[in-house]
């Protein structure tokens, strides 16, 4: 059974830094890519940014670009999510996402979230 599990979430202050990691277990297969998404208080679930392992590109929301950095090993089967001049906008339950079997956007495997609070 395929895990994510998250961690690195936390209350900061606007304008502060976090990184969030994630680690995978439990799949028989690699994965092509991992993404970072978010659901902030009474909103849908939003994608945040990813990687692709296929062509070794990152991809990323347009309200972090320029904040944000997705890193990883797929070998290890870890990413990281590097969090630079939070806003209190940013506020959200972030998870680590994975895709099916030879997949690099149909995410089927979640992790169970991880909370982000940013305050003014």
């Known amino acids: 059974q395929v895990q994510l599990v998250e961690s690195g979430g936390g209350l900061v202050q606007a304008g502060d830094s976090l990184r969030l990691s994630c680690a995978a277990s439990?799949?028989?297969?690699?994965?092509?890519?991992m993404g970072w998404f978010r659901q902030a208080p009474g909103k849908g679930r939003e994608f945040v940014a990813s990687?692709?392992?296929?062509?070794?590109?990152?991809y990323y929301a347009d309200s972090v670009k320029g904040r944000f950095t997705i890193s990883g090993d797929n070998a290890k089967n870890t990413v990281h999510l590097q969090m630079n001049n939070l806003k209190p906008t940013d506020t959200a339950v972030y998870y680590c996402?994975?895709?099916?079997?030879?997949?690099?956007?149909?995410?089927?495997?979640w992790g169970q979230g991880t909370q982000v609070t940013v305050s003014s």
């Open positions: 996402a994975a895709p099916r079997a030879g997949s690099t956007y149909e995410y089927d495997y």
């Open positions: 439990g799949h028989t297969f690699n994965f092509l890519a």
């Open positions: 990687i692709d392992w296929t062509d070794n590109e990152s």
